[in-house]
């Protein structure tokens, strides 16, 4: 909700999709679309890492309409994303935000 008022406050109410990574918490894609977003998913690599490239590729394709990417870190697969911050650049770059849901960190 945070992200979403963040975007009207700047004039970018169309900012509705929220990219969320196979990895993530199950909780993550069901509150995006409770704040009316659309979820785009992101792959994994076979060590369960986020693929940068695919980032970089679904934020050009919805640079209009990107709103965020929520990452569960670490991962459900345990992983601390190597690439974090190029991932977290990428997505700035194309007007999106980060939430990071640290849920797994409390164990």
Do not use: W
Not at 3 to 13: A, L, T
Not at 22 to 49: E, Q, R
Not at 60 to 77: N, R
Request: overall charge negative; aromatic content about 6%; proline content about 4%.
């Amino acid at each position: 909700m945070a992200i979403k008022k963040y975007h009207e406050s700047r004039g970018d109410s169309n900012r509705n999709i929220c990219l969320v990574p196979t990895s993530a918490h199950g909780t993550n894609p069901a509150t995006a679309v409770l704040c009316g977003m659309k979820i785009v998913a992101i792959g994994c690599d076979d060590n369960g890492n986020i693929i940068p490239e695919e980032v970089k590729e679904k934020c050009e394709l919805y640079h209009d309409k990107l709103s965020a990417l929520m990452i569960t870190y670490p991962s459900t697969h345990g992983v601390f994303e190597s690439s974090v911050k190029e991932i977290c650049d990428i997505v700035h770059q194309y007007g999106g935000q980060v939430y990071m849901d640290g849920a797994n960190m409390n164990a």
